[in-house]
């Protein structure tokens, strides 16, 4: 029987210690093709490259049986677009993204380029899993979650997802995790996000940064929640944007 | 009384022709500020700029009585942030992003850079509408849609969205509309996306393409089938991208 393709990118760029970690583990499942930014996309989003033409480099050093590797100039979701039409033998049983160095719960999903690898790996009908861990270290110890990111992906190879759904599955820095919880993504939201920049010419110039405002700290089924309290969060996403509850307000618009 | 405070941003630039006239539209509504990317932001999704400083500049050019412009170097969501922080004068009462040259129907609202904005403004609790044209000129006449544009974000400034909720407008190339609907997200994606780019240098380089297939090209209720006839399309867009249903089949994962 054929071993099962997975195909992994991330955000954080092929060199990063989160992709060589999810690497290691996905080859005890299959076959594994890796095409990955050629550097850090942070925030990169589901943002698309239109106005250059994108690069795609073998990267043989990285290589080893059952693992090609491949750098890339564009976005993660470049990657995947690009990975399944020019690099790809056939067509992937899985599609993983990250380990990502940071967090992506709650509203952070919107500007997070782990997730929007994800999402367009599930417009294009392969079951797709995003893994982030809350830490602010490039250098972090993956081992308390090891057994969970294999064990998610096995799950997703064997029972697959719903049509138009895929996992955001975050893990907060612990040396044991309390356990792995199905969550809601929690409402949040960005403040205090800018700093000037000293600059010598007098430009106003601003730094992006920023504190997380929980807006539902005490809801205990939510994303940022279970992060907040030791556990591991496995978020369904839907590429369905639409707010149905919202039709019947808008009715006076139609004509 | 004070006037309505608006807040306009989008992905093609502060000099696209979609968001001028934008703004000669909101300027019959309140006082308006621009804070739009210095150049093209295509295909910029929810992308933040982490990586570099951002710089703001104002465009007393471009100004007149009850209008404030800048130009700003980061994305879309960028300039949504920095207007909130470091240039509107008060809290907006309305953001609206656009008019984009080109259709953000179906699954193109998650690279689409002027919903991005709009999901920015959403996610700061403020009422936000994106509105895109379906046109691939950089010279389009806009006097079909603007009775719409207005009649809609006036709707808006009175009536409110729903918390979380943002508008994905969306209008054909057509002398006369059909009509507008309220519409949910087609289901489709973007096939055929790359072809080879001749380059001197013998690397694998590649530009974005591709060709839209709609999954349910005979689903009358969509975004995109509204464009296909000849009607405007209105789609309440959600914050929360959680899939419910997905629960009971993740079951097995919780430990």
Redesign the interface.
Known sequence: MEQKLILITNDDGVSAQGISVLTRLMLTLGEVVVVAPDS?R??????????Q?????RRADMEQDHLQVYACS?SP??CV??AL??VCPRHPDLIVSGINHGDNAS?S???S?TM?AV??GC???IPSIGYSLRTLKHKCDFTPYEE?VV??AS?VLQ?G??Q??C?NVNFPEVERLA????C??G?G??V???IS?N?PRG??????TGRFLNLEPHSDDTDYWALDHGYGS??????????????A???????
Chains 1, 2 share one sequence.
């Open positions: 850090a942070s925030g990169a989003a589901a943002a698309i490259t239109c106005t033409a994108v690069t795609l480099r564009g979701v470049d677009k690009i039409e020019q509203c999903i919107h500007y380029g929007g999402i367009e417009m294009k009908g969970q064990r998610i799950f029972h997802l719903s138009d759904t996992l356990g792995m919880r199905v809601r993504m409402r939201r960005w205090q996000e800018w920049a600059n430009m106003n110039a601003y730094w992006l496995i978020t369904p996403i839907r590429l369905d944007m639409t707010d149905y509850n919202s039709f307000h808008l009715v006076p618009l139609v004509v």
